[in-house]
Structure formats: structure tokens, C-alpha cells
T-cell receptor, first 117, second 112 residues
Framework: ETGVTQSPTHLIKTRGQQVTLRCSSQ?????VSWYQQALGQGPQFIFQ???????GRGNFPPRFSGLQFPNYSSELNVNALELDDSALYLC????????????????FGSGTRLTVV | QKEVEQNSGPLSVPEGAIASLNCTYS??????FFWYRQYSGKSPELIMF????GDKEDGRFTAQLNKASQYVSLLIRDSQPSDSATYLC????????????FGTGTRLTIIP
């Protein structure tokens, strides 16, 4: 148990549908990032939120969007699902320790396995 | 852009031997590194943080950082079957708004 929880654990969607994935971070962790991990690959950065504002984005199209809430929870929304969106989606949170890089050692949730058919 | 290269493996090591995992990076500005372990179907777990040249030891794990040659390695002594996993290295962000950039990871199998 890492203190970062994600739901659901598994999900099957049809191409073209929309999906919302949820993450609950550890209390006090004001930075949350979302990653996509395809089979056999390392996690790829989607975007990051800091204090409810988007604070960086990877090379993902606008149909990937997110929200962060004051209670340390966050959402990843994906519209117009494509087959290539099938992956493990990871939420990771970290405690901002200023300039101490140890604070950027993200704690990952258990992930949501999304299958698009 | 911080690029990270890892040999994807699989790397097979007999039980009890030393497993050596390597990672090279492109950004000379990277000052410190994380090693994550990821079991199949599970999420990455932080196992090591190293921020200075040389070695850092934690139990059976030793991380080595060589900034001049731009590589970081992880040695696992007395390898156990439970060490079988994918190992990911990532440069630690220099600022809070930087992302973690992972390589593909090295899949390690410990053979009993």
C-alpha cells in the first residue's frame, strides 16, 4: 500500500468512447503526475498538476486532459479513445520539498489497466 | 530533453550472483537519479536515490553514479528470485515542475 490509490483497477472501453480515471494522492502531496505505460515500455509522461494547475505536459494530444482537486485527488480524462490508448495508466504524487530533489521521488499508485477494443 | 538509455534485456542472473544494471543519460545537467523497481503488472516502486559521484549502498543494493561518463548503475548482490522485475532509472528533476523521464527499463530474471 503506497498511499496513492487509483480507480478503477481495470477497464474495458470501446473505440471512440470517453473514460475518466481517478487518483487519490497522499495528504500533503501537492504535485501529481500521470503516466502512460504501454507493454514493454517505460512510463511516458502525460502531464503534471501542481496546486490544481497544469504544470507541464508531455507529447500527448489535447483529448488527454486532467484535473486536480483541493483534496489531493485528481482525474485523467481521455476522449475519443483509440486502440493505441490501451495501456497501464499510472498516477504519481510527490511532496514539494523546495529544491531537495528527494522530494521529487514520486510515489506511484497501483495503476489502471485500460483496454480499448 | 532528458534522454535515458537502458538495455531492455532480459538479463538473466543465477541466484546468489551479482546483477548489474546500467543506465546512460544525455543531459549533463542531471545531478541525481532514481532507481525504480517494477514487478510485472504492478506500479514502479522507488528503491534508490543517488545524488553524488561514487557509490551508495542500501542493503544488497548499490547505486553507482559517474557524472563524467554520464552513466548510473545498480548492482544487486546475492540476487534472489524476488529481485526478478523490471528496473527503471530516471534523472531526478532539478525543479518541482519537471517530469520524470524513464528509459524502457531492464527486465531482470533471477534463475534459481
Amino acid at each position: 500500500e503506497t498511499g496513492v490509490t487509483q480507480s478503477p483497477t481495470h477497464l474495458i472501453k470501446t473505440r471512440g468512447q470517453q473514460v475518466t480515471l481517478r487518483c487519490s494522492s497522499q495528504s500533503g502531496h501537492n504535485t501529481v503526475s500521470w503516466y502512460q505505460q504501454a507493454l514493454g515500455q517505460g512510463p511516458q509522461f502525460i502531464f503534471q498538476y501542481y496546486r490544481e494547475e497544469e504544470n507541464g505536459r508531455g507529447n500527448f494530444p489535447p483529448r488527454f486532459s486532467g484535473l486536480q482537486f483541493p483534496n489531493y485527488s485528481s482525474e485523467l480524462n481521455v476522449n475519443a479513445l483509440e486502440l493505441d490508448d490501451s495501456a497501464l495508466y499510472l498516477c504519481a504524487s510527490s511532496l514539494d520539498l523546495g529544491t531537495d530533489p528527494r522530494g521529487y521521488g514520486y510515489t506511484f499508485g497501483s495503476g489502471t489497466r485500460l483496454t480499448v477494443v | 530533453q532528458k534522454e535515458v538509455e537502458q538495455n531492455s534485456g532480459p538479463l538473466s542472473v543465477p541466484e546468489g550472483a551479482i546483477a548489474s544494471l546500467n543506465c546512460t543519460y544525455s543531459d549533463r545537467g542531471s545531478q541525481s537519479f532514481f532507481w525504480y523497481r517494477q514487478y510485472s503488472g504492478k506500479s514502479p516502486e522507488l528503491i534508490m536515490f543517488i545524488y553524488s559521484n561514487g557509490d551508495k549502498e542500501d542493503g544488497r543494493f548499490t547505486a553507482q553514479l559517474n557524472k563524467a561518463s554520464q552513466y548510473v548503475s545498480l548492482l544487486i548482490r546475492d540476487s534472489q528470485p524476488s529481485d526478478s522485475a523490471t528496473y527503471l532509472c530516471a534523472p531526478a528533476p532539478n525543479f518541482g515542475n519537471e517530469k520524470l523521464t524513464f528509459g524502457t527499463g531492464t527486465r531482470l530474471t533471477i534463475i534459481p
